[in-house]
Structures are given as C-alpha cells and as structure tokens.
C-alpha cells in the first residue's frame, strides 16, 4: 500500500487535517480566554457550538457525499476550513475578533470537519482493495489518534510561544497543505453507481436523434432522489442490515456509557484520589499510545484471528478496565501507574475495535451508500451522548463518585454484550465484499 503514491496523498492530507482540526480545538478555546477575556459561560457555548455540527450535520454529510467526489468534498472542507481560521486571525490581528466571530468560525471548521471525516472514510473505499481496507483503516485511524495526542500540545504550545491570532493561522496553513496533498490524487474516482447511471442516461442524445417520436413506454431520466429521501435510504439501509444495526447499538450503548462514566471519572480523579492537574493530565493522555498501539495490532489481528472474536474481545477488554478504577484509593504514584496503565488498555484495545469496525462497515456496504451507513452510525453513535454527561452527573450527585464510577463502567461492557449476540461475533478472517452492489 505504501507504494501506491494516491494512498499516501491521502494519507498525507487526512493526516495534516486532522492535525489542523485537533489543533484548532485549542486554539478557538483560547482564542477567546486569552484575547476577549471570556468566562466559563462563554468558554462552554463556543465548545457546544464546534461540536453541535456533529449531531446536526452528520446525516446530511453522509447523503452529499455519496453524491460527490469523496476528493473534491474533502479539498472544498479544507479551503473552508483555512478560510473561516484565516478570518479570525486577521479579525484578532486587528483588533476586531468578537465572541460571535469565534461562534462563527468554530461552527464553520465543526461543520466542515463532518463532512471532511466521512468523506476520507468512504474515499478509502474507493481508493483500495478490499483486502487493503483494514491495513488502510489502521495506517488513517493511527494518523488520527497521533493527532489526538499532538493536535492540543501544538495548539497549546503556538498559543504560548506566538499569540492566539497567529496560533490560528498556523491551523489554516495545516489545512492548505492537506488541500494541496489530496488535490495530487490522480486515480479517476468514479461516482457511485446510481449516480454514474443516472449520468449515462442523460448523456445519450443519439439515440433520441433516431427517434425524434419515442414510444410512450420509454423511461424519462430520473431526477437524483432528494436530500431527506437519500438520507432515509441510509437509515433504513443501516436498520435493516442486521450486521451494522448490531453496530450501531453497540456504539451507542458504549457511547452513552462512556460519556457518563467520563462525567464522574473527571470528578473522581481530583476529588476521591485527589490528584493533582498533572497527574489528572498524566492518567489522560495515556490514552493516545494506546490507540496508537491498537492501530498497528488493527492491521494484523483480524487477519489471523476472525473479525468477530478481535471486535468481541477488544471491546470486553478495553471497556473492563475502568471497573478497576473505582477500587483504587490515594494519590500515590502506585495508584497514577494504574491509572496509566488503565487508559493505556482502553485506548489499545478501544482503538483496535474503532478500526476492525470501520473496515467491516465499509466492507458490508456498497459503493453508493458508504457516507450515508457512516453518517448513520456516528449520528446514532453520539446522538446518546449529552443524556449520558447528564446521567452520570446526576449519579453522582445522588449516589456518590465511587458506585456511580462502578455502574457506569459497568454500563460499558452493554457493548460487547450487544455484539456477541450478533452476526458480528460470527465474523472470519475474511470479510464479504458488498460494496459493487447497486443500493
């Protein structure tokens, strides 16, 4: 795969961005700590509104991307992105950056990194083998987890050596150089194929130039199905593929879990084991090796074990950890290497179920449907996931850190539960290839 010179563009480009957008992340934040002096109030709408285009736009992303280009999709969400960041620098440079430009431009790079990401899931599709699809996954979702890890540190770091305003340039400067790298693929990308037919279609002159009268019973060309009409074909395709529904209930079943086991986990850490802001920081961050890690064992384990028993296990494995935590007690340096050691399991074995997932996903859906199934999947996914902060807050409140921190762990393990009594447990080393089927 690393001879193909179109796989590492866009590999290039998709890492670039996703470095620029876990970068900006930072740098809007402090954007506005450090240049418009705003509160915790202010500091917490901006984070919502980057982060409500994922529920919002996620299933419209997924019905124009297969209808484009996966290539022009992710260049026009990058130059989107640089623009909207280069305005606000040039706004802070000024002197004339405001809280709604900020509102603006943190909105305008969510949006567009929604339909970024799953137009770079689905153009690997259409870029590789389908033996190529899981080592693909693995060498794309490894990028994106090192930029988990170096996004922050970088945006923290410009903001601190440099200012905000040109923190937020060097983030546009990122997404031009993904542009440039993914504008040098050269490999034709065909539309997906009622597209392409549709095209066919209205591309015959000839044939009513020998028939100035067609019969009666001749088809007219069709119009493309509307927006809402092709995003209700991505969700009754997801619901009626039992594979990808058993998907989809298991990640929001760990979504949920997770966002409020998180809610009481970020309470428990300084407060029951009273660690400080760095040791809290040190337990965290372990996270990001670990996925790292579990990205290179993606491309080797379902290979050798089955797909099934690598997502079964992986999710058991990853998710069990947290139960060790609520049994942990002081603020020793025993008690911050097992939290290490805690996130460093999760994000391993977390990230290998991310990635054997992907590549299922991918492999389970066809040519024309494949930003739609994925939009379908993160719009479920984390749809659960502001009811879940909001249980596990309300837990904590009610019963304490410590059994809450236990029953929301506990939550977690609803996900591999969910996929052992479903096809994908049945999964083998080899995937079946549905995506040259016509949706």
């Avoid at 619901?239 to 298991?250: E, F, I, K, Q």
């Avoid at 984390?382 to 902060?389: A, F, Q, R, V």
């Amino acid at each position: 795969m690393w001879r193909d010179r179109d796989f590492r563009r866009l590999w290039v480009g998709q890492t670039v961005s996703q470095l620029g957008e876990h970068t900006t992340l930072v740098v809007l934040p402090l954007c506005a700590v450090l240049t418009l002096d705003a509160g915790a109030g202010e500091l917490g709408v901006l984070r919502a509104v980057g982060q409500a285009p994922i529920l919002l736009l996620s299933l419209l992303a997924g019905a124009w991307v297969d209808r484009w280009r996966t290539r022009t999709v992710m260049v026009l969400a990058d130059v989107g992105r640089a623009l909207a960041l280069g305005a606000a620098a040039v706004a802070g440079l000024l002197g004339a950056l405001g809280l709604p430009a900020l509102l603006v431009a943190g909105f305008a790079v969510g949006a567009l990194s929604v339909f970024f990401d799953v137009a770079y899931q689905s153009s690997l599709v259409r870029l590789v083998e389908h033996d190529q699809l899981v080592r693909g996954n693995s060498a794309l979702e490894g990028s994106r987890s090192a930029a988990q890890i170096a996004g922050p540190a970088l945006g923290g770091a410009l903001v601190s050596l440099l200012s905000a305003p040109i923190a937020a340039v060097s983030g546009a400067l990122l997404f031009a150089l993904s542009c440039l790298s993914i504008r040098r693929i050269r490999r034709r990308e065909s539309l997906p194929e009622p597209t392409r037919e549709r095209s066919q279609r209205l591309q015959e002159p000839t044939q009513e130039c020998s028939h100035p009268h067609p019969e009666p019973t001749q088809e007219p060309p069709r119009r493309p199905p509307r927006v809402w009409r092709r995003i209700r074909e991505g969700l009754r395709f997801v619901v009626g593929d039992t594979s990808l529904r058993a998907v989809c209930l298991a990640s929001a079943a760990f979504q949920f879990s997770l966002a409020a086991t998180m809610t009481v986990y970020l309470l428990f850490l300084p407060r029951e084991l009273h660690l400080s802001g760095t040791e809290v920081g040190l337990a965290l961050a372990a996270t990001g090796p670990g996925a790292l890690l579990g990205s290179l064992l993606a491309a080797r384990l379902p290979g050798r074990f089955g797909h099934g028993v690598v997502l079964v296990s992986a999710a058991a494995l990853g998710d069990g950890a947290f139960l060790f935590v609520p049994a942990l007690h002081g603020s020793s340096a025993r008690t911050v290497l097992a939290l290490v050691a805690v996130s460093l399991v999760f994000g391993t074995f977390g990230q290998l179920v991310n990635v054997t997932v992907m590549g299922v996903r991918q492999a389970l859906t066809p040519d024309g449907m494949q930003g739609r199934a994925a939009a379908t999947i993160t719009f479920v996914g984390m749809g659960l996931t502001p009811l879940g902060s909001l249980l596990g807050g309300f837990l904590a409140d009610e019963w304490g850190l410590r059994p809450s921190l236990a029953v929301t762990a506990a939550g977690m393990l609803l996900s591999p539960l969910l996929m052992s009594l479903s096809p994908l447990a049945r999964l083998g080393r080899t995937l079946p290839d549905r995506r040259l089927l016509v949706d």
